[in-house]
């Protein structure tokens, strides 16, 4: 399975309940998707996710990290996988257009994964947010 978010979790989880062997190929350094890498933990703690990835885990589902955002189903044939579904989730900006330089311009997904990260966003006294969900 390529993707270790929400939907690849899930279906890991359920394909391996039904005694299947299930490897997730995940292009992050960890599972969890847009849950774990991009909404703030103050919404969703990060203990509570990681508890549903060790409960996937738990349940037999290998993980692979760091893959190559290039893998194709055809190398994971050529592996030896049969089946291959495809879960890489939501994790792309849907590009709203700003006139301007957009020289101080965040987009979410990329503001988001830094914070939830720690790092230090020097933002301006006044700041607008479009579109925040």
Known sequence: MIGAGPAGLA????LARAGHPVTLFEREANAGGVVKNIIPQFRIPAELIQHDIDFVADHGVKFEYGCSPDLTIEQ????????????????????VKLAGDNQNVWKSLPFLREYN???ALKLG???????GG
């Open 11 to 14: 279906a890991g989880y359920f």
């Open 117 to 119: 990260k720690g790092t």
């Open 76 to 95: 994971l044939k050529n592996q030896g996988f049969h089946y291959v579904l495809i879960a890489t989730g939501t994790d792309k900006n849907s590009g």
């Open 125 to 131: 006294k006044h700041v607008v947010v479009v579109r």
